[in-house]
């Protein structure tokens, strides 16, 4: 990761190259000056404009290039939610997702839950190198929309049922398996909702039988339920559509024997996946957390399609502010839970294996992270932030896109935590393993007063590749799945001013030395390495 110095004067170089007429125009204003020129003045403020441009072009261009939060970014009040009014101190395990409107599908198209049992990269190849690119009215341009293989198993009964009368139809019991079709095509699958991919939940419409593909009115707004996000239709590589059901016979069962395209529901995938949570607050004002519960959500989604959308304040829907009829039925959805409790889903459903796209998309190679040298002796430390918020903008990067964040901020010092908003551009891979861990690994200036985001370290530990020690005899320790003893492995480097830049520590080297005792003793602690005499067994972990 470029040192902030290095990009301020890259960025410096740049900016003097594209105003250069500011230093040639004083250097022409001093000849003019002295030959007595009367027009001397106007070449004097033309340069000296031109000149006091080039610092201020340079810092601003470094900020957007480099992932640094300050305090200027501190959130004085606490954000509001799309002007609704002062907002409240969100959870620490809060999760928002801003952008355009979900598409609206066929009236009679219906809702139903889809797994993703295999997931495959077909297409992402950008061309915009480093640069930013902004993609007015488009938040999903194709161009920065990863084109992705799947083969989905859409759910019937429960999962299939659409909206209005018909649609409020429950399948014979809640429990029991539910029956469907498998559909195989390739869809444009927004940045923001590729961790729905990854955690094997998807939420589609299932069009009528001879009707074409559902439309989406791409503009953004006040969100409704599921989420924001631009919808995807199955195309092929030239662009026209490819999804085709399977052919096997008990894939089809008669209510859903015919039917229209399959349009996955971005927004909505984000919230029956878990990524974004959900909290609904009833008639009494008492707050019941509905994450990873897809029945119940999906029940929701059902009574919000029908009615037009149900707009969500934050991550929460209060049914004090919707209508009577409106509330009512949400409130019978609620009883509906409450009589016939659901476990809460999976973090990710089992076959992730197959679905693991995460290795083919850019972003930072994961690992335990460099140490600058001048950081480390003056103190600085590691900390964690958590992202609160992510809004989609109309500017991309190659490896990402650049989102508006909020992000709260844990001091190693102690003091209570904070929140504050930066654009940054968050790489696809960590993106995509979004419904895991919203967390962030920052450098803290020795004072401080600044905070770098380290995408190396944090993709480490959102489990991007797989992390792994090598102890001083030889024994390779995986660390898949083991976020806090990787955490602690790199605040052991980071103290000790020793840089890793890759996924495995090796203690076998001679400059490890001196830190192979202490990370031992920190695996131990964890039960990564068994007690002397014990069977070497390894914690399990997501493939990768």
């Given at each position: 990761?470029?040192?902030?110095?290095?990009?301020?004067?890259?960025?410096?170089?740049?900016?003097?190259?594209?105003?250069?007429?500011?230093?040639?125009?004083?250097?022409?204003?001093y000849?003019?000056?002295?030959?007595?020129?009367?027009?001397?003045?106007?070449?004097?403020?033309?340069?000296?404009?031109?000149?006091?441009?080039?610092?201020?072009?340079?810092?601003?261009?470094?900020?957007?290039?480099?992932?640094?939060?300050?305090?200027?970014?501190?959130?004085?009040?606490?954000?509001?939610?799309?002007?609704?009014?002062?907002?409240?101190?969100?959870?620490?395990?809060?999760?928002?997702?801003?952008?355009?409107?979900?598409?609206?599908?066929?009236?009679?198209?219906?809702?139903a839950?889809?797994?993703?049992?295999?997931?495959?990269l077909?297409?992402?190849?950008?061309?915009?190198?480093?640069?930013?690119?902004?993609?007015?009215?488009?938040?999903?341009?194709?161009?920065?929309?990863?084109?992705?293989?799947?083969?989905?198993?859409?759910?019937?009964?429960?999962?299939?049922?659409?909206?209005?009368?018909?649609?409020?139809?429950?399948?014979?019991?809640?429990?029991?398996?539910a029956?469907?079709?498998?559909?195989?095509?390739?869809?444009?699958?927004?940045?923001?909702?590729?961790?729905a991919?990854?955690?094997?939940?998807?939420?589609?419409?299932?069009?009528?039988?001879?009707?074409?593909?559902?439309?989406?009115?791409?503009?953004?707004?006040?969100?409704?339920?599921?989420?924001?996000?631009?919808?995807?239709?199955p195309?092929?590589?030239?662009?026209?559509?490819?999804?085709?059901?399977?052919?096997?016979?008990?894939?089809?069962p008669?209510?859903?024997?015919?039917?229209?395209?399959?349009?996955?529901?971005?927004?909505?995938?984000?919230?029956?996946?878990?990524?974004?949570?959900?909290?609904?607050?009833?008639?009494?004002g008492?707050?019941?957390?509905?994450?990873?519960?897809?029945?119940?959500?999906?029940?929701?989604?059902?009574?919000?399609?029908?009615?037009?959308?149900?707009?969500?304040?934050g991550?929460?829907?209060?049914?004090?502010?919707?209508?009577?009829?409106?509330?009512?039925?949400?409130?019978?959805?609620?009883?509906?839970?409450?009589?016939?409790?659901?476990?809460?889903?999976?973090v990710?459903?089992?076959?992730?294996?197959?679905?693991?796209?995460?290795?083919?998309?850019?972003?930072?190679?994961?690992?335990?992270?460099?140490?600058?040298?001048?950081?480390?002796?003056?103190?600085?430390v590691?900390?964690?932030?958590r992202?609160?918020?992510?809004?989609?903008?109309?500017?991309?990067?190659?490896?990402?896109?650049?989102?508006?964040?909020?992000?709260?901020?844990?001091?190693?010092?102690?003091?209570?935590?904070?929140?504050v908003?930066?654009?940054?551009?968050?790489?696809?891979?960590?993106?995509?393993?979004?419904?895991?861990?919203?967390?962030?690994v920052l450098?803290?200036?020795?004072?401080?007063?600044?905070?770098?985001?380290?995408?190396?370290?944090?993709?480490?530990?959102?489990?991007?590749?797989?992390?792994?020690?090598i102890?001083?005899?030889?024994?390779?320790?995986?660390?898949?799945?083991?976020?806090?003893?990787?955490?602690?492995?790199?605040?052991?480097?980071a103290?000790?001013?020793?840089?890793?830049?890759?996924?495995?520590?090796?203690?076998?080297?001679?400059?490890?030395?001196?830190?192979?005792?202490?990370?031992?003793?920190?695996?131990?602690?964890?039960?990564?390495?068994p007690?002397?005499?014990a069977?070497?067994?390894?914690?399990?972990?997501?493939?990768?």
């Open positions: 990761m470029r040192g902030y110095a290095r990009v301020v004067a890259g960025n410096l170089v740049i900016a003097t190259l594209c105003l250069l007429p500011g230093p040639i125009g004083l250097a022409v204003a000849s003019a000056w002295n030959e007595g020129e009367s027009w001397a003045w106007i070449a004097l403020v033309v340069g000296l404009v031109c000149t006091l441009c080039i610092p201020f072009a340079a810092l601003k261009a470094a900020r957007g290039d480099f992932p640094r939060i300050t305090r200027g970014d501190r959130v004085k009040d606490r954000v509001k939610e799309r002007g609704k009014g002062a907002g409240t101190p969100r959870a620490d395990d809060a999760f928002v997702i801003w952008g355009p409107r979900s598409p609206t599908g066929h009236p009679r198209a219906r809702l839950r889809a797994d993703v049992l295999e997931a495959s077909v297409r992402y190849a950008p061309e915009g190198e480093a640069t930013f690119t902004t993609c007015y009215g488009d938040y999903t341009p194709d161009e920065f929309t990863p084109l992705v293989r799947l083969r989905l198993r859409v759910h019937g009964a429960e999962g299939a049922v659409g909206a209005g009368p018909a649609g409020e139809r429950e399948g014979a019991e809640r429990g029991a398996a029956t469907g079709f498998e559909i195989t095509g390739e869809w444009r699958v927004p940045a923001l909702f590729l961790s991919v990854t955690a094997g939940r998807l939420a589609v419409l299932v069009g009528p039988a001879g009707e074409g593909e559902s439309g989406s009115d791409g503009g953004s707004g006040a969100e409704s339920e599921g989420g924001s996000g631009a919808g995807a239709v195309v092929d590589s030239s662009g026209s559509p490819s999804a085709t059901p399977s052919d096997h016979p008990s894939d089809h008669s209510e859903l024997r015919a039917h229209g395209p399959v349009v996955p529901l971005w927004p909505r995938s984000a919230l029956l996946a878990g990524t974004r949570t959900c909290r609904v607050i009833d008639l009494d008492r707050v019941t957390d509905v994450t990873r519960h897809p029945v119940r959500q999906l029940r929701q989604m059902r009574v919000s399609r029908s009615v037009g959308g149900v707009e969500l304040v991550d929460t829907i209060d049914l004090r502010r919707l209508d009577p009829h409106t509330a009512a039925r949400y409130t019978a959805v609620a009883e509906q839970d409450r009589a016939f409790p659901e476990d809460r889903a999976p990710t459903e089992p076959g992730e294996e197959a679905r693991w796209i995460v290795d083919r998309l850019p972003g930072a190679p994961a690992a335990f992270g460099s140490v600058p040298r001048r950081w480390s002796r003056r103190g600085g590691l900390v964690l932030g992202f609160l918020e992510m809004r989609a903008t109309h500017t991309f990067q190659d490896h990402g896109p650049v989102l508006h964040t909020v992000l709260r901020l844990q001091p190693a010092d102690g003091t209570p935590p904070f929140d908003t930066r654009r940054l551009t968050v790489p696809l891979d960590y993106l995509a393993v979004l419904h895991r861990t919203r967390e962030v450098r803290a200036a020795p004072t401080g007063s600044s905070y770098d985001v380290d995408w190396a370290r944090t993709n480490l530990l959102a489990g991007t590749t797989a992390a792994a020690a102890t001083p005899d030889g024994r390779e320790l995986p660390l898949a799945g083991r976020p806090d003893v990787i955490w602690s492995l790199m605040n052991l480097l103290a000790h001013g020793l840089s890793n830049r890759g996924p495995v520590l090796d203690l076998r080297e001679r400059r490890m030395s001196a830190v192979a005792g202490p990370a031992l003793e920190v695996l131990r602690r964890a039960s990564a390495v007690a002397p005499g069977s070497a067994g390894a914690s399990a972990g997501p493939s990768a």
